[in-house]
Nanobody, 124 residues
Framework: VQLQASGGGLVQPGGSLRLSCAAS????????MGWYRQAPGKEREFVAA???????YYADSVKGRFTISRDNTKNTVYLQMNSLKPEDTATYYC???????????????????WGQGTLVTVSS
């Protein structure tokens, strides 16, 4: 399975961006897809995840501002980011997994596949 992320860029504080991540190489819809981010000098951080059923999970820092969704027919996950803040600046990575222990859904070690990352810069 390969993941291809896109949609990053430069945006002003308060602005919006939409990230996309398309999975290829599988005939079946991957059960879990999510987003992580990593800022320079910081550890990788969970952002959001979505199950094939549509259940969503968010980090507290993005809840109410970011929305994760997916199109199972396209094996694609989206991250709509609104009200962006400078502290949202990071490289965003999409991730996917067939099976996850739900209590560990925020643990990056649970994910089998990773995209190449797309840079989001929030700055005036």
């Amino acid at each position: 399975v390969q993941l291809q992320a896109s949609g990053g860029g430069l945006v002003q504080p308060g602005g919006s961006l939409r990230l996309s991540c398309a999975a290829s190489g599988s005939r079946f819809s991957i059960n879990y897809m999510g987003w992580y981010r990593q800022a320079p000098g910081k550890e990788r951080e969970f952002v959001a995840a979505v199950r094939s059923s549509g259940n969503t999970y968010y980090a507290d820092s993005v809840k109410g501002r970011f929305t994760i969704s997916r199109d199972n027919t396209k094996n694609t996950v989206y991250l709509q980011m609104n009200s962006l803040k400078p502290e949202d600046t990071a490289t965003y990575y999409c991730a996917a997994a067939w099976s996850i222990v739900l209590s560990e859904i925020r643990n990056y070690e649970q994910y089998d596949y990773w995209g190449q990352g797309t840079l989001v810069t929030v700055s005036s």
